[in-house]
Protein backbone atom coordinates (compact mmCIF):
# COMPACT_ATOMS: atom_id res chain seq x y z
CA UNK A 1 0.00 0.00 0.00
CA UNK A 2 1.54 3.05 -1.18
CA UNK A 3 1.95 5.74 1.40
CA UNK A 4 0.51 9.04 0.56
CA UNK A 5 4.85 10.30 0.29
CA UNK A 6 5.55 8.87 -2.50
CA UNK A 7 2.60 10.96 -4.18
CA UNK A 8 4.52 14.06 -3.37
CA UNK A 9 2.08 15.25 -1.08
CA UNK A 10 4.49 16.29 2.05
CA UNK A 11 1.94 17.85 4.64
CA UNK A 12 0.60 14.21 5.03
CA UNK A 13 1.66 12.90 8.30
CA UNK A 14 1.36 10.11 10.55
CA UNK A 15 -0.95 11.88 13.38
CA UNK A 16 -4.58 12.54 12.97
CA UNK A 17 -4.91 15.78 15.53
CA UNK A 18 -8.41 17.29 16.03
CA UNK A 19 -10.91 17.50 18.85
CA UNK A 20 -14.69 16.40 18.27
CA UNK A 21 -16.64 18.84 19.45
CA UNK A 22 -14.36 21.97 18.20
CA UNK A 23 -12.41 21.52 14.99
CA UNK A 24 -13.72 23.31 12.07
CA UNK A 25 -15.62 20.80 9.95
CA UNK A 26 -14.81 19.19 6.46
CA UNK A 27 -16.26 21.44 3.59
CA UNK A 28 -17.67 19.83 1.06
CA UNK A 29 -18.94 21.70 -2.35
CA UNK A 30 -21.67 21.14 -4.84
CA UNK A 31 -19.78 20.72 -8.02
CA UNK A 32 -19.80 18.98 -11.36
CA UNK A 33 -19.04 14.56 -10.94
CA UNK A 34 -16.09 13.85 -9.86
CA UNK A 35 -15.17 12.12 -13.13
CA UNK A 36 -16.14 14.92 -15.25
CA UNK A 37 -13.61 17.09 -12.93
CA UNK A 38 -10.58 14.59 -12.62
CA UNK A 39 -7.35 15.56 -14.51
CA UNK A 40 -5.50 13.16 -16.02
CA UNK A 41 -2.48 13.73 -13.45
CA UNK A 42 -4.49 13.86 -10.51
CA UNK A 43 -3.15 10.66 -8.00
CA UNK A 44 -5.88 7.74 -7.06
CA UNK A 45 -5.92 5.61 -4.45
CA UNK A 46 -8.44 2.64 -3.76
CA UNK A 47 -8.68 1.63 0.20
CA UNK A 48 -11.36 -0.45 1.69
CA UNK A 49 -12.30 2.42 4.02
CA UNK A 50 -11.92 6.13 4.45
CA UNK A 51 -12.22 8.05 7.78
CA UNK A 52 -13.04 11.76 7.46
CA UNK A 53 -11.94 13.00 11.04
CA UNK A 54 -8.89 12.11 12.63
CA UNK A 55 -10.15 13.35 16.40
CA UNK A 56 -10.27 10.73 19.35
CA UNK A 57 -13.07 8.94 17.49
CA UNK A 58 -11.62 8.55 13.74
CA UNK A 59 -8.68 7.70 15.76
CA UNK A 60 -9.79 5.12 17.92
CA UNK A 61 -11.81 3.17 14.93
CA UNK A 62 -8.60 3.07 13.00
CA UNK A 63 -6.45 1.54 15.64
CA UNK A 64 -9.42 -0.82 15.93
CA UNK A 65 -8.57 -1.60 12.18
CA UNK A 66 -5.34 -2.09 12.93
CA UNK A 67 -4.92 -5.91 12.15
CA UNK A 68 -7.84 -6.36 10.12
CA UNK A 69 -6.25 -6.31 6.96
CA UNK A 70 -8.41 -3.97 5.59
CA UNK A 71 -7.16 -0.59 3.66
CA UNK A 72 -7.60 2.07 5.73
CA UNK A 73 -7.19 6.03 4.77
CA UNK A 74 -7.72 8.66 7.88
CA UNK A 75 -8.06 12.37 6.79
CA UNK A 76 -8.32 15.37 8.67
CA UNK A 77 -8.73 18.73 7.86
CA UNK A 78 -6.26 20.23 10.74
CA UNK A 79 -2.38 19.93 11.40
CA UNK A 80 -1.16 18.26 15.03
CA UNK A 81 0.03 21.84 16.29
CA UNK A 82 -3.25 23.21 16.56
CA UNK A 83 -5.30 20.37 17.53
CA UNK A 84 -3.21 18.39 20.36
CA UNK A 85 -3.02 22.11 22.13
CA UNK A 86 -6.72 22.05 23.22
CA UNK A 87 -7.14 22.30 26.72
CA UNK A 88 -10.35 20.14 27.16
CA UNK A 89 -10.88 16.95 29.82
CA UNK A 90 -13.20 14.44 29.49
CA UNK A 91 -14.52 11.38 31.45
CA UNK A 92 -13.47 8.51 30.89
CA UNK A 93 -15.55 5.69 31.76
CA UNK A 94 -14.66 2.51 32.58
CA UNK A 95 -15.64 0.36 29.14
CA UNK A 96 -13.79 3.23 27.43
CA UNK A 97 -10.69 1.78 29.46
CA UNK A 98 -11.47 -1.25 28.81
CA UNK A 99 -10.98 -0.73 25.03
CA UNK A 100 -8.77 1.11 25.12
CA UNK A 101 -6.85 -1.74 27.05
CA UNK A 102 -8.18 -4.36 24.24
CA UNK A 103 -6.19 -1.92 21.38
CA UNK A 104 -3.44 -1.73 23.18
CA UNK A 105 -3.12 1.76 24.30
CA UNK A 106 -3.86 2.14 27.83
CA UNK A 107 -0.49 1.53 29.50
CA UNK A 108 0.53 4.46 27.48
CA UNK A 109 -3.10 6.52 28.73
CA UNK A 110 -3.23 5.06 32.46
CA UNK A 111 -0.04 6.91 33.75
CA UNK A 112 -1.61 10.68 32.77
CA UNK A 113 -5.12 10.14 34.08
CA UNK A 114 -7.12 10.32 37.56
CA UNK A 115 -8.44 7.24 38.39
CA UNK A 116 -12.05 8.59 40.48
CA UNK A 117 -11.62 7.01 43.62
CA UNK A 118 -15.20 8.47 44.70
CA UNK A 119 -17.96 10.02 43.27
CA UNK A 120 -20.13 12.79 44.99
CA UNK A 121 -23.46 13.52 43.96
CA UNK A 122 -25.63 16.22 45.63
CA UNK A 123 -27.86 18.57 45.41
CA UNK A 124 -28.03 22.27 45.97
CA UNK A 125 -28.39 23.47 49.34
CA UNK A 126 -29.60 19.73 50.06
CA UNK A 127 -27.68 18.21 52.69
CA UNK A 128 -27.58 14.67 51.83
CA UNK A 129 -24.74 13.63 49.75
CA UNK A 130 -24.64 10.33 47.63
CA UNK A 131 -21.41 8.52 47.22
CA UNK A 132 -20.11 5.98 45.55
CA UNK A 133 -17.31 3.95 45.29
CA UNK A 134 -15.32 1.28 43.22
CA UNK A 135 -16.63 -1.70 45.30
CA UNK A 136 -19.94 -0.56 44.89
CA UNK A 137 -19.45 -1.37 41.00
CA UNK A 138 -17.19 -4.15 41.74
CA UNK A 139 -14.27 -3.05 39.65
CA UNK A 140 -10.92 -0.68 40.59
CA UNK A 141 -12.45 2.81 39.49
CA UNK A 142 -15.16 4.34 39.09
CA UNK A 143 -14.01 5.99 35.71
CA UNK A 144 -11.37 8.54 34.84
CA UNK A 145 -10.20 11.94 33.73
CA UNK A 146 -8.15 12.04 30.98
CA UNK A 147 -7.06 15.47 28.66
CA UNK A 148 -7.62 15.61 25.34
CA UNK A 149 -3.68 15.76 24.65
CA UNK A 150 -3.19 12.72 26.15
CA UNK A 151 -5.45 10.44 24.61
CA UNK A 152 -4.56 11.67 21.05
CA UNK A 153 -1.18 11.44 21.90
CA UNK A 154 -1.74 7.78 22.84
CA UNK A 155 -3.81 7.22 19.83
CA UNK A 156 -1.01 8.87 17.35
CA UNK A 157 1.70 7.24 18.66
CA UNK A 158 0.17 3.72 18.00
CA UNK A 159 -0.99 4.41 14.99
CA UNK A 160 2.41 5.62 13.75
CA UNK A 161 3.30 1.64 13.21
CA UNK A 162 0.28 0.37 11.42
CA UNK A 163 1.40 -1.10 8.22
CA UNK A 164 -2.57 -0.54 6.77
CA UNK A 165 -3.23 2.58 7.45
CA UNK A 166 -2.33 5.68 5.25
CA UNK A 167 -3.03 9.69 6.76
CA UNK A 168 -3.36 12.85 5.34
CA UNK A 169 -2.88 15.57 7.37
CA UNK A 170 -3.81 18.34 6.95
CA UNK A 171 -6.70 18.12 4.16
CA UNK A 172 -9.54 18.62 3.07
CA UNK A 173 -12.19 16.53 1.48
CA UNK A 174 -13.84 18.72 -1.33
CA UNK A 175 -16.28 16.37 -3.39
CA UNK A 176 -17.83 13.24 -2.45
CA UNK A 177 -20.01 10.55 -4.66
CA UNK A 178 -21.29 7.31 -3.55
CA UNK A 179 -22.48 4.47 -5.95
CA UNK A 180 -23.95 1.23 -5.13
CA UNK A 181 -19.92 -0.45 -5.28
CA UNK A 182 -17.93 2.30 -3.96
CA UNK A 183 -17.80 5.99 -2.89
CA UNK A 184 -15.18 8.12 -4.42
CA UNK A 185 -13.79 10.99 -2.81
CA UNK A 186 -11.78 14.25 -3.79
CA UNK A 187 -9.12 15.49 -1.39
CA UNK A 188 -6.74 18.43 -1.44
CA UNK A 189 -3.60 19.28 0.63
CA UNK A 190 -1.65 22.73 1.24
CA UNK A 191 1.19 21.23 -1.32
CA UNK A 192 -0.51 19.82 -4.20
CA UNK A 193 -2.30 21.72 -7.03
CA UNK A 194 -4.91 18.67 -8.26
CA UNK A 195 -6.57 16.68 -5.89
CA UNK A 196 -6.30 13.09 -4.85
CA UNK A 197 -8.98 10.65 -5.98
CA UNK A 198 -9.87 8.15 -3.21
CA UNK A 199 -12.14 5.06 -3.67
CA UNK A 200 -12.87 3.55 -0.95
CA UNK A 201 -15.83 0.65 -0.76
CA UNK A 202 -17.07 2.42 2.58
CA UNK A 203 -16.59 6.24 4.25
CA UNK A 204 -16.73 6.78 8.14
CA UNK A 205 -17.97 10.39 8.71
CA UNK A 206 -15.95 11.38 12.20
CA UNK A 207 -16.38 15.00 11.23
CA UNK A 208 -18.11 16.32 14.65
CA UNK A 209 -21.84 17.16 15.55
CA UNK A 210 -22.12 19.67 12.26
CA UNK A 211 -20.80 16.85 9.93
CA UNK A 212 -20.48 17.80 6.07
CA UNK A 213 -20.98 13.92 4.88
CA UNK A 214 -23.99 13.78 7.18
CA UNK A 215 -25.25 16.99 5.82
CA UNK A 216 -24.30 16.00 2.43
CA UNK A 217 -26.02 12.64 2.51
CA UNK A 218 -29.30 14.43 3.20
CA UNK A 219 -29.47 12.62 6.34
CA UNK A 220 -31.90 14.04 9.17
CA UNK A 221 -31.40 15.16 12.91
CA UNK A 222 -33.72 15.32 15.44
CA UNK A 223 -33.41 16.40 19.09
CA UNK A 224 -33.38 19.96 20.38
CA UNK A 225 -31.05 23.23 21.57
CA UNK A 226 -31.43 23.26 25.27
CA UNK A 227 -32.01 26.61 27.23
CA UNK A 228 -28.52 26.52 28.63
CA UNK A 229 -25.06 26.55 27.73
CA UNK A 230 -21.91 25.05 29.26
CA UNK A 231 -18.89 26.83 30.58
CA UNK A 232 -15.82 25.13 30.88
CA UNK A 233 -12.58 25.90 32.74
CA UNK A 234 -9.75 24.53 34.52
CA UNK A 235 -8.97 25.38 38.21
CA UNK A 236 -6.38 24.99 40.97
CA UNK A 237 -8.12 24.26 44.38
CA UNK A 238 -6.41 24.98 48.17
CA UNK A 239 -7.26 21.50 49.18
CA UNK A 240 -6.55 18.80 46.97
CA UNK A 241 -9.29 16.70 44.94
CA UNK A 242 -8.22 13.18 46.40
CA UNK A 243 -8.96 11.91 43.07
CA UNK A 244 -13.45 12.09 43.93
CA UNK A 245 -15.23 13.49 40.67
CA UNK A 246 -18.34 15.81 42.00
CA UNK A 247 -21.76 15.91 40.09
CA UNK A 248 -23.17 18.76 41.94
CA UNK A 249 -26.71 20.11 40.71
CA UNK A 250 -28.30 23.56 41.09
CA UNK A 251 -31.67 24.57 40.02
CA UNK A 252 -30.13 26.40 36.88
CA UNK A 253 -28.20 23.49 35.63
CA UNK A 254 -25.01 20.71 37.01
CA UNK A 255 -21.75 21.56 37.82
CA UNK A 256 -19.32 18.82 36.92
CA UNK A 257 -15.84 19.16 39.10
CA UNK A 258 -13.35 16.58 36.90
CA UNK A 259 -10.40 15.74 39.33
CA UNK A 260 -6.65 15.73 36.60
CA UNK A 261 -3.79 14.21 36.95
CA UNK A 262 -2.00 17.18 37.88
CA UNK A 263 -3.61 18.63 40.70
CA UNK A 264 -6.27 20.48 39.03
CA UNK A 265 -9.60 20.19 38.18
CA UNK A 266 -12.01 20.53 35.43
CA UNK A 267 -15.64 22.47 35.58
CA UNK A 268 -18.32 21.80 33.44
CA UNK A 269 -20.95 24.37 34.68
CA UNK A 270 -24.33 24.65 32.81
CA UNK A 271 -26.55 27.62 33.19
CA UNK A 272 -29.14 29.31 30.70
CA UNK A 273 -27.52 30.99 28.25
CA UNK A 274 -27.71 34.10 29.77
CA UNK A 275 -26.72 33.41 32.94
CA UNK A 276 -23.50 31.63 31.21
CA UNK A 277 -22.35 34.31 29.15
CA UNK A 278 -22.95 36.79 32.11
CA UNK A 279 -20.59 34.22 34.31
CA UNK A 280 -18.19 33.92 31.66
CA UNK A 281 -17.80 37.80 30.89
CA UNK A 282 -17.21 38.37 34.92
CA UNK A 283 -13.83 38.87 36.56
CA UNK A 284 -12.05 35.90 38.12
CA UNK A 285 -11.87 36.89 41.94
CA UNK A 286 -16.19 37.15 40.92
CA UNK A 287 -16.27 34.22 38.49
CA UNK A 288 -14.24 32.43 41.54
CA UNK A 289 -16.77 33.40 44.52
CA UNK A 290 -19.59 32.36 42.81
CA UNK A 291 -17.86 28.67 41.74
CA UNK A 292 -16.55 28.21 45.41
CA UNK A 293 -20.43 28.92 46.41
CA UNK A 294 -22.01 26.71 44.14
CA UNK A 295 -19.18 23.74 44.99
CA UNK A 296 -20.10 24.05 48.46
CA UNK A 297 -16.23 25.30 49.59
CA UNK A 298 -15.42 21.57 48.97
CA UNK A 299 -11.95 22.17 47.73
CA UNK A 300 -11.43 25.72 49.38
CA UNK A 301 -10.21 28.91 47.73
CA UNK A 302 -10.51 28.23 43.87
CA UNK A 303 -7.49 29.66 41.21
CA UNK A 304 -8.47 30.38 37.92
CA UNK A 305 -5.88 28.23 35.34
CA UNK A 306 -7.56 29.12 32.19
CA UNK A 307 -9.45 30.92 30.08
CA UNK A 308 -13.25 30.11 30.52
CA UNK A 309 -14.73 28.09 27.14
CA UNK A 310 -18.51 28.38 26.41
CA UNK A 311 -20.62 26.58 24.27
CA UNK A 312 -24.63 25.98 23.84
CA UNK A 313 -26.03 22.41 25.17
CA UNK A 314 -28.28 20.12 22.29
CA UNK A 315 -29.61 16.68 22.14
CA UNK A 316 -29.26 15.29 18.90
CA UNK A 317 -30.02 11.83 17.05
CA UNK A 318 -29.19 11.14 13.08
CA UNK A 319 -32.18 9.42 12.12
CA UNK A 320 -29.75 7.14 9.74
CA UNK A 321 -26.84 6.18 11.09
CA UNK A 322 -26.05 5.05 7.67
CA UNK A 323 -26.27 5.61 4.21
CA UNK A 324 -25.22 4.25 1.12
CA UNK A 325 -21.50 3.64 1.87
CA UNK A 326 -21.78 6.10 4.66
CA UNK A 327 -21.76 5.36 8.18
CA UNK A 328 -21.65 7.93 11.09
CA UNK A 329 -19.60 7.34 14.62
CA UNK A 330 -19.59 10.20 17.78
CA UNK A 331 -21.13 13.26 17.61
CA UNK A 332 -21.77 13.36 13.56
CA UNK A 333 -24.43 10.75 14.64
CA UNK A 334 -25.33 11.92 17.90
CA UNK A 335 -25.02 14.32 20.74
CA UNK A 336 -26.00 14.50 25.01
CA UNK A 337 -26.23 16.69 27.77
CA UNK A 338 -22.68 17.13 29.08
CA UNK A 339 -24.12 16.03 32.53
CA UNK A 340 -22.43 12.79 33.92
CA UNK A 341 -19.70 13.17 31.01
CA UNK A 342 -20.88 10.53 29.04
CA UNK A 343 -20.81 12.39 25.20
CA UNK A 344 -17.28 11.70 24.04
CA UNK A 345 -17.27 7.55 25.64
CA UNK A 346 -20.65 6.67 23.41
CA UNK A 347 -18.29 7.55 20.26
CA UNK A 348 -15.38 5.45 21.54
CA UNK A 349 -17.93 2.44 21.92
CA UNK A 350 -19.18 2.98 18.51
CA UNK A 351 -16.05 3.28 16.88
CA UNK A 352 -15.37 -0.27 18.91
CA UNK A 353 -18.80 -1.75 18.07
CA UNK A 354 -18.34 -0.83 14.19
CA UNK A 355 -14.98 -2.22 14.00
CA UNK A 356 -15.76 -5.40 15.04
CA UNK A 357 -18.86 -5.40 12.67
CA UNK A 358 -16.49 -4.72 9.85
CA UNK A 359 -13.61 -7.26 10.93
CA UNK A 360 -16.45 -9.70 11.07
CA UNK A 361 -17.94 -8.92 7.48
CA UNK A 362 -14.43 -8.70 6.00
CA UNK A 363 -13.30 -11.80 7.27
CA UNK A 364 -16.47 -13.89 5.92
CA UNK A 365 -15.93 -12.31 2.69
CA UNK A 366 -18.94 -10.04 2.48
CA UNK A 367 -19.05 -6.17 1.54
CA UNK A 368 -18.34 -3.93 3.88
CA UNK A 369 -20.29 -1.16 2.69
CA UNK A 370 -23.37 -3.66 1.94
CA UNK A 371 -26.38 -2.21 3.71
CA UNK A 372 -26.73 -5.67 5.10
CA UNK A 373 -23.35 -5.40 7.17
CA UNK A 374 -24.15 -1.30 8.29
CA UNK A 375 -27.68 -2.45 9.20
CA UNK A 376 -26.16 -4.17 12.21
CA UNK A 377 -24.12 -1.05 13.44
CA UNK A 378 -27.22 0.77 13.49
CA UNK A 379 -29.10 -2.03 15.49
CA UNK A 380 -26.00 -2.21 17.46
CA UNK A 381 -26.28 0.75 18.55
CA UNK A 382 -28.52 3.45 17.94
CA UNK A 383 -30.93 1.97 21.13
CA UNK A 384 -28.35 1.86 23.03
CA UNK A 385 -27.37 5.58 22.33
CA UNK A 386 -31.09 6.99 22.33
CA UNK A 387 -30.52 5.11 26.20
CA UNK A 388 -28.14 7.42 27.83
CA UNK A 389 -29.61 10.88 25.50
CA UNK A 390 -32.73 9.91 27.60
CA UNK A 391 -30.86 9.36 31.16
CA UNK A 392 -28.86 12.70 30.38
CA UNK A 393 -31.90 14.50 29.53
CA UNK A 394 -34.07 12.84 32.55
CA UNK A 395 -31.31 13.96 34.89
CA UNK A 396 -31.22 17.86 33.31
CA UNK A 397 -34.33 18.69 33.25
CA UNK A 398 -35.31 16.75 36.70
CA UNK A 399 -32.45 18.63 38.77
CA UNK A 400 -32.29 22.04 36.60
CA UNK A 401 -35.58 23.48 38.42
CA UNK A 402 -37.09 24.80 41.55
CA UNK A 403 -40.78 23.29 40.91
CA UNK A 404 -41.06 22.33 44.73
CA UNK A 405 -42.65 18.84 43.75
CA UNK A 406 -40.16 18.18 41.65
CA UNK A 407 -37.31 19.20 44.21
CA UNK A 408 -38.94 16.43 46.62
CA UNK A 409 -39.21 13.83 44.59
CA UNK A 410 -35.37 14.36 43.08
CA UNK A 411 -34.50 14.20 46.83
CA UNK A 412 -36.22 11.22 47.51
CA UNK A 413 -34.78 9.56 44.50
CA UNK A 414 -31.07 10.43 45.97
CA UNK A 415 -31.93 8.92 49.15
CA UNK A 416 -32.98 5.69 47.70
CA UNK A 417 -30.05 5.36 45.49
CA UNK A 418 -27.40 6.17 48.62
CA UNK A 419 -29.55 4.35 50.45
CA UNK A 420 -29.95 0.58 48.21
CA UNK A 421 -27.40 -0.97 47.28
CA UNK A 422 -28.66 -2.59 44.14
CA UNK A 423 -29.92 1.33 42.88
CA UNK A 424 -26.61 2.49 43.09
CA UNK A 425 -24.87 -0.77 41.07
CA UNK A 426 -27.60 -0.10 38.49
CA UNK A 427 -27.04 3.26 37.73
CA UNK A 428 -23.06 3.03 37.97
CA UNK A 429 -23.15 0.16 35.33
CA UNK A 430 -25.78 2.54 32.99
CA UNK A 431 -23.18 5.57 33.69
CA UNK A 432 -19.93 3.51 33.05
CA UNK A 433 -21.29 1.77 29.97
CA UNK A 434 -21.25 -1.79 31.56
CA UNK A 435 -24.96 -2.10 30.92
CA UNK A 436 -24.86 -2.59 27.48
CA UNK A 437 -23.85 -4.93 24.96
CA UNK A 438 -19.72 -4.98 25.51
CA UNK A 439 -17.29 -4.91 21.93
CA UNK A 440 -15.18 -7.88 21.90
CA UNK A 441 -12.13 -5.81 22.52
CA UNK A 442 -13.32 -4.91 25.85
CA UNK A 443 -14.45 -8.41 26.98
Given at each position: ????E?????????????????????Q??????????????????????????????????????????????????Q???????????????????????????????????????????????????????P?????????????H??????????????????Q????????????????????????????????????????G??????????????????W??????????????????????????????????????????????????????????????????????????????????????????????????????????H????????????????????A?????????????????????????????????????????????T????????????L?????????????????????????????
Amino acid sequence: MPRLESLAIPNAVATQPASLDYYPQTQLHDRQPIEDNLETQSPQLHYDLAIVGGGIIGNTLALALQNSGLRVVSIESQAQSISISKGRAYVLSVLSGKIFEGLGIWNRILPHVTQFSQIQISDADYAGVVKMYPEDLGTAALGYAASHEVLLTALQSQLRSAQNLTQMCPAQVTAVEYSQTEATLSVTTPDTDTPVIIRANLVIAADGAKSALRERAGIATSGWNYWQSCITATIEPEKSHQNIAYERFWYAGPIGVLPLADGRCQVVWTLPHEQAEALRDLPADEFLQQLEHCTGGLLGKLKLDSQRWLFPVKLMQSQQYTAQRLALIGDAAHCCHPVAGQGMNLGIRDAAALAEILVAAHQAGEDIGSDAVLKRYTSWRKPENWVILAFTDFLDRMFSTSILPIVIIRRFGLLLLDRIPLFKHLALRLMTGLAGKLPQVAR
